[in-house]
């Protein structure tokens, strides 16, 4: 549910935005573009708004569950790609290589985690 609200929220944004490259521009046209003051952030009511219109401002992943979201990033192509070569590095007798690829793999688990 809250996946398909920033499903929608992001194909809109990219509609309203269309070819506009908010990094080209300057935080004041930014600010503007987005309806926004920096220095104060929304006011309530359009907070309250946004809220309703998109839902809650958490990460796509929350609520998930820790080994789910885990399972997921040990299937990827990557990771298993990873733990094919430290196996062959361990089986070829560099230990040294292993763990490095190893650690790698579990840097890369741990940081979309």
Same mark, same amino acid.
């Given at each position: 549910?809250?996946?398909?609200?920033? +499903?929608?929220?992001?194909?809109?944004?990219?509609?309203? #935005?269309?070819? %506009?490259? *908010? %990094?080209?521009?300057?935080?004041?046209?930014?600010?503007?573009?987005?309806?926004?003051? *920096?220095?104060?952030?929304?006011?309530?009511?359009?907070?309250? @708004?946004?809220?309703? !219109?998109?839902?809650? @401002? #958490? *990460? #796509?992943?929350?609520?998930?569950?820790? !080994?789910?979201?885990?399972?997921?990033?040990? +299937?990827?192509?990557?990771?298993?790609?990873?733990? #094919? $070569?430290?196996?062959?590095?361990? +089986? %070829?007798?560099?230990? %040294?290589?292993? /763990?490095? /690829?190893?650690?790698?793999? +579990?840097? $890369? $688990?741990?940081?979309?985690?």
């Amino acid at each position: 549910m809250e996946e398909d609200r920033h +499903l929608r929220y992001l194909s809109e944004l990219q509609q309203s #935005v269309g070819s %506009w490259q *908010p %990094w080209l521009c300057t935080l004041a046209e930014v600010a503007d573009k987005l309806g926004v003051d *920096p220095s104060r952030g929304l006011d309530h009511l359009e907070a309250r @708004n946004r809220y309703q !219109h998109f839902g809650a @401002n #958490v *990460p #796509v992943l929350a609520g998930q569950r820790l !080994h789910r979201v885990l399972a997921a990033q040990l +299937l990827t192509l990557t990771t298993q790609l990873l733990a #094919v $070569i430290c196996l062959l590095y361990s +089986l %070829w007798g560099d230990l %040294w290589d292993s /763990v490095a /690829v190893c650690m790698v793999a +579990l840097s $890369i $688990i741990g940081l979309r985690v």
